[in-house]
């Protein structure tokens, strides 16, 4: 799991109501994290060892050679799905602990299935907190949009993040597969500064 390249804020909009009182929901950054596609990546390939599937029955098998840019977003992201090969249709998942391992879904660290607009990562949250964004804190104009379709989902708190990456008030939550070349240049890949969360459930 990783902290990805962010979209820049402006300091000059305010969006989705940001509460000013200051506590424990208060001050939250959020990223996004994403499951790579082979066939957006391309270039020189690396050859890829790990575990056969899910229960590791062979712990070190040829995944395959694979494009270098995908499985550096792969290490990255935590994983991607493999679109050539003996192994097009799965999923490569790598977690820091573990390596690499093919799979029927991308999955956490834990070994959880992703779902997007739903699965979500902190390292202060224990697994299982339910969550909603509140308040966008500061965005540019571009991301207003974002901000309206984040604050409508419930994230779920079922991951944590690479040892490193994290930090307190970091929410990092799953927004699906990129759909392009240029995805990390789209509306669903934002980070939102001084955001403002509210616990669901409690």
């Known amino acids: ?43 020189p390939t690396e050859t890829v060892r ?4 899910l229960e590791c029955t062979d712990a070190n098998i040829e995944i395959g050679p694979l494009p270098e840019a995908f499985v550096d977003v792969v290490r990255e992201e935590g994983a991607g799905r493999i679109t050539s090969g003996d192994h097009a249709g799965a999923y ?49 104009f571009e991301s207003e949009s974002a901000c309206s379709r984040f604050s409508a989902a419930t994230w779920t708190i079922g991951d944590e993040f690479t040892p490193g990456l994290g930090g307190p008030r970091h929410l990092d939550v799953y927004v699906g597969e990129e759909n392009s070349d240029s995805f990390t240049e789209g509306p669903d890949f934002v980070t939102f500064v001084n955001a403002t969360l509210e616990p669901v459930g409690y």
């Open 1 to 43: 799991m990783t902290a990805i390249a962010l979209l820049l804020a402006s300091p000059l909009a305010s969006g989705c109501g940001l509460s000013t009182e200051t506590d424990e929901w208060d001050g939250w950054t959020v990223t996004v994290y994403y499951t790579a596609v082979e066939s957006y990546h391309s270039g």
């Open 50 to 53: 790990g575990c056969s599937d």
């Open 92 to 140: 490569l998942n790598w977690s820091y602990d573990v390596g690499f391992w093919l799979d029927t879904e991308p999955r956490d660290t834990s070994g959880e299935a992703l779902h997007p607009f739903e699965s979500a990562a902190a390292d202060e949250l224990e697994p299982g907190t339910r969550l909603r964004l509140t308040g966008c804190g500061t965005v540019d």
